[in-house]
């Protein structure tokens, strides 16, 4: 937990957990068990013993004896008494093990089968691409301090941590972020349904992007409109509202072949709230927005030209096609297939790749 809370303070790089030290893969060197907590709550280097705990001076405390000072007499392969019992290394350990040892062992197994489904397929991740994710990291990590090292430094050593110690953690996770990611891009072949649907997202619905601006009356602001003018309530039904609307986009529609600027009434006469920013354009317009038969209009209306009024459930509508690009799948179909190889991998092409490499590979482990 220690691990995962650092990795939220500092990071925001998708690594997976770490292995606790006991568990700490670096190269050339062996498993060994996680080190010993001091009293203090300080945490010894990796491998390296803690330091030895001054001796209590004061003779006269409590439960001090000539005999606490005194080296135990154990045999070398215990580490307690218990009441006259001895507890064995091996008892400590496997007891450690079923504690702290199977979501870890599960990682390194991972990390195992990802390196050698890599190899399979002759990728690699290379040291200088270790070292550009981890400036990153470390970028990030000051920037988070504002440039403060030190704090920095003070932050991992409150965890447990020297900047080496996280560095060396930092590599292993991301070594197996990166060949996962690669495998899983070598891997990938996109679909016809996964490029159609890129298709319509850069390139609009079916190939055609419209920017399309509007001019919406609806009944809520015509009846505040009816009743500040003090129209009796039995003139404000929806069939009055609806005729209201009507009268009111054809005198627009009129001042429009006036040649009045169009944008200047969308912004003066529009009840679409956000007028104000966009002078009527409705953002990203995809041929969904307010329905089928302003969305037929948009396709069939010239360029330029206010078309109108048209009744949709949100009101009544006056448009302009401000422009239009109609590009066709066949020509850029190789280069959304090319875009959707390099995107990074998802958590459910990550998930469905560890399931099929444990599916394939037997896998036998401590129970």
Request: aromatic share 6%; proline share 5%; charged share 25%.
């Amino acid at each position: 937990m220690l691990l995962q809370t650092l990795l939220f303070v500092f990071s925001a790089s998708p690594i997976p957990t770490p292995a606790p030290w006991g568990l700490i893969e670096l190269p050339g060197a062996s498993l060994s068990m996680p080190p010993i907590a001091h009293a203090q709550g300080h945490v010894s280097e990796l491998g390296a013993p803690p330091e030895k705990e001054p001796e209590n001076q004061d003779s006269t405390n409590k439960g001090t004896s000539a005999s606490d000072d005194a080296e135990p007499d154990l045999p070398p392969e215990a580490v307690a008494r218990v009441g006259g019992r001895l507890i064995s290394l091996d008892e400590y350990k496997e007891e450690l093990f079923r504690l702290n040892g199977y979501g870890p062992l599960g990682d390194f197994i991972h990390r195992r089968l990802l390196n050698a489904e890599g190899e399979r397929l002759g990728l690699v991740v290379t040291e200088s691409e270790l070292e550009i994710a981890w400036n990153k990291e470390w970028t990030m990590m000051l920037a988070r301090s504002r440039g403060n090292q030190a704090e920095v430094e003070a932050n991992l050593q409150s965890l447990g941590y020297t900047i080496g110690r996280y560095r060396a953690q930092y590599f292993i996770g991301q070594r197996a972020t990166m060949i996962e990611n690669k495998i899983i891009k070598h891997l990938r072949i996109p679909e016809e349904k996964a490029l159609r649907l890129q298709f319509d997202f850069q390139y609009g619905l079916n190939g055609e992007r419209v920017v399309l601006r509007h001019l919406m009356l609806n009944r809520s602001r015509t009846k505040s409109a009816l009743q500040a003018a003090a129209t009796p309530a039995e003139l404000m039904t929806n069939n009055h509202l609806d005729r209201a609307m009507e009268k009111k986009a054809v005198e627009i529609l009129s001042k429009v072949r006036e040649g009045q600027d169009f944008e200047a009434l969308c912004r003066a006469e529009s009840h679409d709230l956000s007028v104000t920013q966009n002078a009527g354009v409705i953002p990203g317009y995809n041929f969904k927005h307010y329905g089928s038969d302003v969305a037929k209009a948009a396709h069939t209306a010239p360029v330029g030209e206010v078309v109108g009024p048209i009744t949709a459930t949100a009101g009544l509508h006056l448009l302009r096609v401000e422009s239009r690009v109609v590009t066709r799948f066949e020509d850029v179909k190789d280069v959304l297939f090319a875009e959707l190889k390099a995107n990074d991998a998802s958590y459910a092409e990550r998930a469905a790749l560890t399931g099929r490499l444990f599916r394939e590979t037997e896998v036998e482990r401590r129970r």
